[in-house]
């Protein structure tokens, strides 16, 4: 429509869209268009005040041909028509921001998802590949139809409470183990040559401090058998430095000038005799030097022959090995008990059995701190699993990274433990080696006072003494056993 009023095209029509004035509008002009002239006349006049300012309206009203009720008719209709061609762009327009919001929504919400999928699959390994529409969905295996997991092996971390080291392993189901990274660490010695010590070489915390001799009565076969080794292996050090040494020794031009032939030795033997007490100073002077010869052949005969026993005991060692030796030194500490004087004796069986009473009382102190630690935490892993039932996928996780560290807890607990009761069970053992030694004194005892009644019965006149003697014993052996099956209540039945 053209703007100019004036315009020979306007024929009578109104504009397109007439300018309001800024008159708060009416209910009434805001309700329906009745079809009746009475609406419109009502229309009419209510609008006057709104297009008189208007030129072309007031062009259009001042066309004598032009009818007033047409023209406000036709302004009516117009506004009408503005109206809706308002809200079909309003409804556009929000049908198209509700698009552009909804797929807003979308993307968060799809940004959200695979966040919280990616930090599973971080935290837990959990396998997962995007669908159709970029939304990552979890793998499933085809054969248990259960959640895919990644197999690995977490870094080492550290309980709270001990500060003991471990790691989670997790296999291909998902299913996770706490695992000791030290539970397999080597067991050696220093390589300094003068640390007589094993060690426990662990990896991810110190190295534990081992006395071999204590080890070797270990029950750990494991612990036992690198005593063992490391026993037989400082053995034949030892005995090849002695070796060494007396070769030194041998090797010394002093001692070499002394080798005497079995002709020599007995020479100068002879010369000993037959001028020691002749006065003369030549006899003197001879005698000396045969003296020299004879001390420094035998201090090189006693060499050898310590050298000769040294390669005897290495040969031996070597033909038994370190399962053999470690036998040996059970049966060399019997033996050597068993031949201590009856007071040495009496004081290292005290000091056995005070080791174990002290090592009782240590684990049962122990023992009950681990129990009531040990419940605190399963009271904590049961909490855990029950609030894993209702929490979403990332606090999930931190539980069960919570869980996983008190169930190390647990163990760590459980392997102190373990090390006490080892350490008691070696201390019992040593205890036992003094009572196989007392029963080994006993039957030497036994066995010789036999040989000396023997011997009395060889003289007429003692062996009625010797046969009152035999008597006396074994009345005393009865009342003996008897004691002790008063006090021992397993004997009783």
Same mark, same amino acid.
Not at 71 to 98: I, P
Not at 210 to 229: F, N
Not at 259 to 282: C, F, G, I, M, Y
Not at 434 to 452: D, F, H, P, T, W
């Given at each position: 429509?053209?703007?100019?009023?004036?315009?020979?095209?306007?024929?009578?029509?109104?504009?397109?869209?007439?300018?309001?004035?800024?008159?708060?509008?009416?209910?009434?002009?805001?309700?329906?268009?009745?079809?009746?002239?009475?609406?419109?006349?009502?229309?009419?006049?209510?609008?006057?005040?709104?297009?008189?300012?208007?030129?072309?309206?007031?062009?259009?009203?001042?066309?004598?041909?032009?009818?007033?009720?047409?023209?406000?008719?036709?302004?009516?209709?117009?506004?009408?028509?503005?109206?809706?061609?308002?809200?079909?762009?309003?409804?556009?327009?929000?049908?198209?921001?509700?698009?552009?919001?909804?797929?807003?929504?979308?993307?968060?919400?799809?940004?959200?998802?695979?966040?919280?999928?990616?930090?599973?699959?971080?935290?837990?390994?959990?396998?997962?590949?995007?669908?159709?529409?970029?939304?990552?969905?979890?793998?499933?295996?085809?054969?248990?139809?259960?959640?895919?997991?990644?197999?690995?092996?977490?870094?080492?971390?550290?309980?709270?409470?001990?500060?003991?080291?471990?790691?989670?392993?997790?296999?291909?189901?998902?299913?996770?183990?706490?695992?000791?990274?030290?539970?397999?660490?080597?067991?050696?010695?220093?390589?300094?040559?003068?640390?007589?010590?094993?060690?426990?070489?662990?990896?991810?915390?110190?190295?534990?401090?081992?006395?071999?001799?204590?080890?070797?009565?270990?029950?750990?076969?494991?612990?036992?058998?690198?005593?063992?080794?490391?026993?037989?292996?400082?053995?034949?050090?030892?005995?090849?430095?002695?070796?060494?040494?007396?070769?030194?020794?041998?090797?010394?031009?002093?001692?070499?000038?002394?080798?005497?032939?079995?002709?020599?030795?007995?020479?100068?033997?002879?010369?000993?005799?037959?001028?020691?007490?002749?006065?003369?100073?030549?006899?003197?002077?001879?005698?000396?030097?045969?003296?020299?010869?004879?001390?420094?052949?035998?201090?090189?005969?006693?060499?050898?022959?310590?050298?000769?026993?040294?390669?005897?005991?290495?040969?031996?060692?070597?033909?038994?090995?370190?399962?053999?030796?470690?036998?040996?030194?059970?049966?060399?500490?019997?033996?050597?008990?068993?031949?201590?004087?009856?007071?040495?004796?009496?004081?290292?069986?005290?000091?056995?059995?005070?080791?174990?009473?002290?090592?009782?009382?240590?684990?049962?102190?122990?023992? /009950?701190?681990? +129990? &009531?630690? @040990? =419940? %605190? *935490?399963? #009271?904590?892993? !049961?909490?855990?699993?029950? $609030?894993?039932?209702?929490?979403?996928?990332?606090?999930?996780?931190?539980?069960?990274?919570?869980?996983?560290?008190?169930?190390?807890?647990?163990?760590?607990?459980?392997?102190?433990?373990?090390?006490?009761?080892?350490?008691?069970?070696?201390?019992?053992?040593?205890?036992?080696?003094?009572?196989?030694?007392?029963?080994?004194?006993?039957?030497?005892?036994?066995?010789?006072?036999?040989?000396?009644?023997?011997?009395?019965?060889?003289?007429?006149?003692?062996?009625?003494?010797?046969?009152?003697?035999?008597?006396?014993? /074994?009345?005393? +052996? &009865?009342? @003996? =056993? %008897? *004691?002790? #099956?008063?006090? !021992?209540?397993?004997?009783? $039945?």
């Amino acid at each position: 429509m053209p703007d100019d009023p004036n315009d020979p095209r306007y024929r009578g029509q109104v504009p397109d869209v007439i300018p309001a004035d800024p008159v708060e509008e009416t209910e009434e002009e805001d309700g329906p268009v009745e079809a009746d002239l009475g609406s419109i006349e009502r229309r009419k006049e209510a609008a006057l005040g709104r297009v008189q300012s208007d030129p072309r309206v007031i062009a259009q009203l001042a066309n004598p041909r032009a009818d007033a009720a047409t023209v406000l008719g036709g302004y009516v209709a117009d506004q009408e028509r503005v109206k809706t061609e308002r809200a079909t762009v309003s409804a556009d327009y929000e049908a198209r921001a509700e698009e552009a919001r909804a797929k807003i929504r979308a993307a968060d919400a799809k940004r959200r998802h695979n966040a919280e999928r990616r930090q599973v699959a971080e935290t837990t390994g959990q396998k997962f590949l995007a669908d159709e529409n970029g939304m990552l969905q979890p793998v499933v295996d085809p054969v248990t139809q259960k959640p895919a997991f990644r197999p690995d092996v977490s870094p080492v971390r550290y309980t709270e409470k001990a500060g003991k080291p471990y790691q989670v392993r997790r296999d291909e189901s998902g299913n996770q183990k706490i695992e000791n990274p030290d539970k397999d660490a080597k067991i050696a010695g220093n390589p300094d040559p003068n640390d007589r010590n094993l060690y426990r070489q662990n990896k991810a915390q110190a190295w534990e401090t081992i006395d071999p001799e204590v080890a070797a009565h270990s029950q750990d076969p494991k612990l036992a058998v690198e005593a063992g080794k490391f026993l037989h292996g400082r053995a034949l050090k030892d005995l090849t430095a002695k070796s060494d040494d007396i070769g030194l020794a041998l090797d010394d031009p002093e001692k070499k000038k002394f080798r005497l032939t079995e002709k020599e030795r007995l020479t100068a033997e002879q010369q000993v005799a037959a001028l020691a007490n002749e006065p003369d100073e030549d006899s003197q002077r001879v005698v000396a030097e045969a003296k020299a010869a004879l001390a420094g052949d035998d201090e090189r005969r006693g060499l050898e022959k310590q050298a000769y026993e040294l390669k005897l005991q290495k040969r031996d060692l070597e033909k038994i090995g370190p399962g053999g030796y470690l036998q040996k030194i059970r049966a060399d500490d019997k033996s050597r008990l068993s031949a201590l004087p009856d007071e040495e004796f009496a004081t290292e069986a005290q000091a056995r059995e005070t080791e174990v009473k002290a090592t009782t009382a240590q684990i049962a102190a122990s023992r /009950a701190q681990v +129990d &009531a630690t @040990r =419940a %605190q *935490v399963k #009271a904590q892993v !049961d909490e855990i699993t029950a $609030r894993l039932q209702s929490v979403d996928a990332v606090t999930s996780v931190r539980l069960q990274a919570e869980r996983q560290a008190l169930i190390a807890e647990d163990a760590s607990l459980a392997d102190q433990d373990a090390g006490l009761i080892d350490q008691h069970n070696a201390s019992i053992a040593k205890r036992q080696d003094v009572s196989e030694a007392s029963q080994i004194r006993q039957e030497k005892s036994k066995a010789a006072l036999q040989a000396s009644r023997q011997k009395m019965r060889e003289q007429p006149t003692m062996a009625p003494i010797a046969d009152k003697l035999d008597a006396l014993d /074994a009345d005393m +052996d &009865a009342r @003996r =056993a %008897q *004691v002790e #099956a008063e006090q !021992d209540p397993e004997k009783k $039945r």
